[in-house]
Nanobody
Framework: QVQLVESGGGLVQPGGSLRLSCAASGSIRSIHVMGWYRQAPGKQRELVARITNSGRTTYADSVKGRFTISRDNAKNTVYLQMNSLKPEDTAVYCC???????????WGQGTQVTVSS
């Protein structure tokens, strides 16, 4: 089992920045990829960004150039730096981890990000 604990959400004005953190614990050696998903009210959950153990990253087109995902393997933590935030970035952001061999998926509890003036 893997436990994920997020932090860093909040209220920010358009154009502002936030950094989300996701700390993993448990069977972390089984994790191959970690990332962030978000879900806005009335919308489907969507991938925001993910990073593999080798450091390969993937971003949603809507956040490219504004968001950066990174990981600190020593701390078993993944970060999402969000810059130039827009009102349409408002959503609950959830950390995700996966074992691509077994198909196991793990989710954090989610953190609210609200972009509003």
């Amino acid at each position: 089992q893997v436990q994920l604990v997020e932090s860093g959400g909040g209220l920010v004005q358009p154009g502002g920045s936030l950094r989300l953190s996701c700390a993993a614990s448990g069977s972390i050696r089984s994790i191959h990829v970690m990332g962030w998903y978000r879900q806005a009210p009335g919308k489907q959950r969507e991938l925001v960004a993910r990073i593999t153990n080798s450091g390969r990253t993937t971003y949603a087109d809507s956040v490219k150039g504004r968001f950066t995902i990174s990981r600190d393997n020593a701390k078993n933590t993944v970060y999402l730096q969000m810059n130039s935030l827009k009102p349409e970035d408002t959503a609950v952001y959830c950390c995700h981890a996966a074992n691509v061999l077994s198909g196991d998926n793990y989710w954090g509890q989610g953190t609210q990000v609200t972009v509003s003036s």
